[in-house]
């Protein structure tokens, strides 16, 4: 049964700051690892998808790589703003029988100005 | 836009209402899903059908009933709900339930958050 972790659950940093946030996932066998962003009292918004021959993709400030064998994924985020202030989920679609997501319980980001 | 919609995106009914969520999806799937996120834990599925067929009921009580029609929309039928089962419940897609060659990609709409009082 795939886990998936993210740490720290929390974090604060101040404006202007790089960061990275972390997943890790227990089974390997993943077709793909999603990011997406949650902001308070709203839905899921996907932020980059890299699929699994993949071990990296890039948009904007973000910058998401994979590694498959040591079952981490890390969320680069550069010269980081307040507004970038939310949760960010991280996601392992497998397929046994039938596709699965797995979700962590996020990363929440503050980015104090 | 990720191309699927849900509706409503918010949703406050009593224990003994019955409503229903609704979700469409313009990318022409065949699989839709429903998943549900609590405070503080992961996302959990709950729903899976394929060719409006359903493949998985994950333990989920018989208050909460889905119905699929069509490949394109998918309903969550919600009846003698608990103040428990608020939370956030997404709807997702999927070009098929088995993922083949470099994999499919689930698509999410963006929720409906439900509470329940």
């Known amino acids: 049964k795939q886990e998936v972790t993210q740490i720290p659950a929390a974090l604060s940093v101040p404006e202007g700051e790089n960061l990275v946030l972390n997943c890790s996932f227990t089974?390997?066998?993943?077709?793909?690892l999603q990011w997406f962003r949650q902001d308070p009292g709203k839905g899921l918004t996907s932020l980059l998808l890299?699929?699994?021959?993949?071990r990296e993709q890039t948009s904007g400030r973000l910058n998401a790589s994979l590694d498959k064998s040591s079952g981490r994924s890390t969320l680069y985020i550069a010269a980081s703003q307040p507004g970038d202030s939310a949760t960010y989920l991280c996601?392992?679609?497998?397929?046994?029988?039938?596709?699965?997501?797995?979700f962590g319980i996020g990363t929440k980001l503050q980015v104090i100005p | 836009e990720t191309g699927v919609t849900q509706t409503p995106r918010h949703l406050v009914m009593g224990m003994t209402n019955k409503k229903s969520l609704k979700c469409e999806q313009h990318?022409?799937?065949?699989?839709m899903y429903w998943y549900k996120q609590s405070a503080k834990k992961p996302l959990e599925l709950m729903f899976v059908?394929?060719?409006?067929?359903?493949?998985e009921n994950n333990s989920v009580p018989s208050r909460f009933s889905p119905e699929c029609p069509n490949s394109s929309h998918l309903f969550l039928h919600l009846h003698t709900l608990q103040p428990e089962d608020s939370a956030l419940y997404l709807c997702?897609?999927?070009?098929?339930?088995?993922?083949?060659?470099?994999?499919?990609?689930?698509?999410f709409g963006e929720g409906s958050w439900l509470t329940v009082v």
């Open positions: 997702a897609s999927s070009q098929a339930i088995r993922t083949y060659g470099s994999g499919n990609t689930i698509y």
């Open positions: 089974d390997s066998a993943i077709y793909n």
């Open positions: 890299i699929q699994s021959s993949q």
């Open positions: 996601a392992a679609l497998n397929s046994g029988g039938y596709q699965k997501v797995t």
């Open positions: 990318l022409g799937h065949n699989a």
């Open positions: 059908y394929s060719l409006e067929e359903r493949v």
